[in-house]
Structures are given as C-alpha cells and as structure tokens.
C-alpha cells in the first residue's frame, strides 16, 4: 500500500527541503520506488538540493495545468533508479495550486510508487495547506528552539484538523517527529534544547534526530544528499530515520555528546 | 453655541430599575406584597418607577387595577415587562405605559437545563482555540504556549497549562481556573487578567486555583 507523506515545519529553514530530499533519497536507497514533490512554488529549491536543476522542463504546475503530462514532468535521478522529482515552478505562485490538481496528481502517483514525498513551503497558507491536505502520514521537521516548536505545534494541530483525513473522519495522519541540526555539545551546556524538552511539548514519536554537521550544507551546494555518503553522521542520521520510517526498531544515535580518544582529544577533530 | 445643544440631544443610557413580578392577577394580593414591601423598609421605592413583570401570571390580567393599586401606595409604574407583546399592547397604550422588554425573567417551573461541561480529549496545540460557549470547559491533555482555552464558566486542565485561560469569559466573577501544572502565559477570569512569568509565582510549575477576589486576580496552591 503506497503512502502520502508530507514533510512540513511551519517555521522556514529548519531543513524541510534538505529533509524531504534525504528521506526520498533514502527510500529509494532502500529499493523503495519513492516521487518527491516540491510544493514550494515560486521558490523552488528541490531540484538544487538534488542536483538536478539542469534537467528541469515542466513542472508541478504545467501538470495541474495539463500543459505536460506527470510522466514528462517526473525527473529521474540519476543515481538513484528508484527516485523520482517533481519541480516546482520558479515563475509562479502558490494561487497556481488547486485543490483538484493535486489529488489527481497525487492519485496518480500513489497507484504508480510506493511513497510519495511533499515538500511543503514554510507557513501554513495555501502552498503547505495543499501539501498537507491529502497525506497519509507525516514528518514534523523541527530545530532546537523555541519558535521552531512552537511552529511544528501550531503544524500539529493543523494536520489533526484540517486534513483531508480530518474532514472525512478516518484515521489520522500519522506524525513523526525529525529533529535536526542537533548539537549535543551545545545542549549539554544547556544553550539548546534537548530532545526530550522537544518531545514534551510536541508528544509525537521521534523519527531520529540529524546532528548538525558542515557536510549537510556542503552536500545540499553540491546537489548530492548526504545520506548517500555513508561516512557522515547526518548521513548516518538520516539512514536511521529511513529505516525507523519503514518500521525498523534503532536506538537514536547523536543526542548525547559523544567522548572523544585519545588522538581526538590530543589533535583536535 | 452649536445647533445641536439649543434643540435637544439623544443618548441611549442603560437605567436599574425595580422590578415588580406579581404572582397573581389579584390586585389587592398584588397591594398588599406592596404594601409589605414598604413596611420592611422600601420606602426609597416611593416614588421611584416601577417596572411590572407580568409573566409569572397565566391568567388575564387588568393592567388598570394593578398600576391603580401601585399609584395608591405611591409607586410609579414606569412600563411592562412581558413576553407576550401582544396580550398587553392595547391595555398598554391606554394606560399610557410602555412595554419595555420581554422575558427578563426565567418561569420558576423552568429550570435551565445543566450545560454538559466541554471536555477536550486532545492536547490543545499552538494556535489552536478550545471555545465552551455556555459552560466549563476540562482540558485533559494539557494547553501548549500559543494555545488557548475559553470558557463562559470555569476551566479545568490536566497536564500542562503552557497557554492561555480565560475563564468566566462572559463576565461570571465567580469562574475558576484550576490546573494540575502551571506554567500559563496568561491567565484571565471575568476579563480580569495577568500575564505570568515563571520567576515570581510560588506555584509555577504545580496545581493551582486561580480566582477573582476583590477585583484582583488571586493564585492559590492547590
């Protein structure tokens, strides 16, 4: 049974793009045919972090304005055979979105892959509302700090209510929580907020937690996702979230500081 | 001088009047409960308008022998308070007296029904609003900062209280606000209220009572 999943923050920044570009990837790592959508028309950002802004002809809303059909729209990654982007468009604006659209879009790609990933734009009008609306399950992208809290709650009470699930009275969306750029250094002198103090407002199961790292902007710049580099943490991090996404049971991994050697400690890391 | 001050001026001024509400037809019932009314020390009410409340009354009644009865001891009828409009227009208008409202007050067989107190299941999310429009309201799970809980009558939360609370938000005095945790932005009962800060609240972070006493928010342990 294919999913609908939205990777939403309410707050801009958090990493909602760099997410949902990590996720896909990593589905799709694991063998699952996974389409990821960029809502965020007008400021389209996916394709970048992907590293295929080069082969962008039609997009999300040349489909809903069947000036394209969704095959020629979807672009394949290159690396990845199972990953597939739908842009958005740069010249446009959110009003281009309809409601009609999207579900036919997304019904479409439901019967076609086993997940489908929406980027949602930051804020809560009409670009994130129709992100949201017809998903199956989301990820709550959140930084810690207080107003991106406060906002993945505000986010909360939206996907609890005005979701298509919502309106129609069935089961609702199922949320995880991503916490990401994390610094367990900086939440040990109690300069950020903990994990558990994110969780206690939020009350959501915890999906992983991505620790901040250099190589996550690096990656983004360069158009690889760093879930494909095996050998960074936030790489690792988000391995993690794949498999606990898919049901896997893993301990978090990044939310305590880590002791450094001998060498470390004499050398510097 | 301004056209306006040599004619006359209009305003529209809320009055308290006395009112009366006979429970019989009976005009000589109706002048002596007057009559013991000014014997118990209501002699301020001599002269003063007097509204009459005709809806305890099912039988038809004599508008003339009561407002007789009333003038006799030295009250003044003012106008008519009833919820039948039109039963009384004509007795009214030759009486020279005015119907003024409806039903001010409830039919002692009528008993208000109990309005079911509101009860939010969910925890109540930034930005999210929690309304009991005629009643109290419990918030099991907790109100989150930015959220909000509203009530006519008094609030209960279980959990967390991070947001605000409004209690007696149609200007009941007597609405409490009760919490297992506090930790409120703002807190607010009859329209009266307080922001909190964490640093100067004995009970912060505990159960607390929050009340109205003598114009002034009062924050009691619980």
Redesign the interface.
Known sequence: MSEIIVVSSGKGGVGKTTTSANIAAGLALRGKKTAVLDFDVGLRNLDLVLGCERRVVFDFINVINEEASLNQALIRDKRLPDLYILPASQTRDKDALTEDGVERILEQLRSEFDYVLCDSPAGIERGAHLAMYYADRAIVVVNPE?SSV??S??V???L??KSKRAEDGREPIREQLLVTRYEATRVAAGEMMSVDDISD?L?IPLLGVIPESSGVLEASNAGVPIVLDENADAGQAYRDAVARFLGEDLEHRFINVEKKNLLKRLFGS | MSRQQESCRFSIVPFALTVAQPGSADPEIFAAALNAKLKQGGSFLRHAPLVLDLDLITKPVCIADLTNRASQLGFRVAGLATSDHAAYEEQAAANGISIIGGARSQKPDSVKARTATQIVEHTVRSGQQAYAHDGDLTAAAGVNPGGEVVAQGCIHVFGRLRGRAMAGAGGDAQARIFCTCLEAELVSIAGVYQVLDGDDQPCWKGPAEIRLHGGSLKIIKR
């Open positions: 207080v406060r906002d709650d505000r909360l009470g939206i609890a209510s407002i009350g």
